[in-house]
């Protein structure tokens, strides 16, 4: 069975930074693209960021460019997203999901249960 | 960035119904659309890809068609559990992979 568990959420005040993480399993990690989709309290998804299954590749939404780095060790079947200078808009819970086929496609499958991120003074 | 608006913001229909959900992208995205499901408090859940593909373990009750712009997903006859949010996703144009900003199905 595949599992995702993200970790490394909390408070933090405006300008600070966090490093999440995701520990998978049930799968081989080393194949597959991985993504962070956020939702912020009561509102509806937006997609992070994505890395190829090498690490080679990365891709970011404007918004978190120049802010946030996600990278990936295959060794420890883990997926990370460093965020500096967090914004009070970064609020929101983090997941970690599985691109079942980057070649074909992106979408997203399964998705962790999240990590809470709190942008806040 | 590709648009994607779904409607209607809410729906409110009976178990044993059937529901019609759509989604408009503001560009032709061909057959490039996944739905999911999110229940409160629980994690999203692929439902549909590339429009009419449904994800391992989801019911025949959900169906998925479109193409070019308009796409819709539709649930055969409700289930208690099938009460819960529905977002939709394009992959033609990315980055940025965009949501639509959810549908609301409730009883």
């Known amino acids: 069975e595949v599992q995702l568990v993200e970790s490394g959420g909390g408070l933090v005040q405006p300008g600070g930074s966090l490093r999440l993480s995701c520990a998978a399993s049930g799968f081989t990690f080393s194949s597959c693209a991985m993504s962070w989709v956020r939702q912020a309290p009561g509102k509806g998804l937006e997609w992070v960021s994505t890395?190829?299954?090498?690490?080679?590749?990365?891709y970011y939404t404007n918004s978190v460019k120049g802010r946030f780095t996600i990278s990936r060790d295959n060794s420890q079947n883990t997926l990370y997203l460093q965020m500096n200078n967090l914004r009070a808009e970064d609020t929101a819970i983090y997941y970690c999901?599985?691109?079942?086929?980057?070649?074909?496609?992106?979408?997203?499958?399964?998705w962790g249960r999240g990590t809470l991120v709190t942008v806040s003074s | 960035e590709t648009v994607l608006t779904q409607s209607p913001a809410t729906l409110s229909l009976s178990p044993g119904e059937r529901a019609t959900l759509s989604c408009r992208a503001s560009?032709?995205?061909?057959?490039?659309l996944a739905w999911y499901q999110q229940k409160p408090g629980q994690t999203p859940r692929l439902l549909i890809y590339?429009?009419?593909n449904r994800a391992t373990g989801i019911p025949a009750r959900f169906s998925g068609s479109g193409s070019g712009t308009d796409f819709t997903l539709t649930i055969s006859s409700l289930e208690p559990e099938d009460f819960a949010v529905y977002y939709c996703q394009q992959r033609k144009y990315w980055p940025p992979i965009t949501f639509g900003q959810g549908t609301r199905l409730e009883i």
């Open positions: 890395i190829t299954n090498s690490g080679g590749n990365t």
């Open positions: 999901a599985k691109v079942p086929n980057f070649a074909v496609g992106v979408w997203f499958d399964p």
């Open positions: 590339d429009t009419s």
């Open positions: 560009q032709d995205i061909s057959i490039y």
